[in-house]
């Protein structure tokens, strides 16, 4: 699976969201100032050339729908950021996340518990 790029990721992003959608659904989600049709048309074609959107034409009018499901790139994303930040160390991670973020007790209860039925 290949890397996104920001631009990528974040129309990527909507894709997810929104299932199936057209250049203009995009565009819409996007806000002001809206950036031209044809930059994000561009940047779909490019998501259907690395293999994570395909089409349905209608006429001139495309819809697109993922190929990748948003937890499986998720996954991979992390892998990459465990690999490459943390010396390939879940523990590393999850600590980082622990001393960084102000977690309530009930979300520490809840990793406990996690942890405590893990083998």
Known sequence: MQKLTKAEEEIMQLIWDLER????DLLDRLGEPRPPHSSIS???RILEKKGF???KAYGKT???FPLIE?????KRTLLD???NYFDGSSAQLVTHLLE???LSEQ???????IIEKMP
């Open 42 to 44: 561009s940047i779909v």
């Open 53 to 55: 959107v395909s089409h």
């Open 62 to 64: 495309h819809e697109y």
């Open 21 to 24: 959608c057209t250049v203009s």
């Open 107 to 113: 979300e520490l209860n809840s990793l406990r518990k």
């Open 100 to 102: 960084e973020e102000a």
């Open 70 to 74: 948003k937890g499986a790139y998720g």
């Open 81 to 83: 950021v465990v690999r």
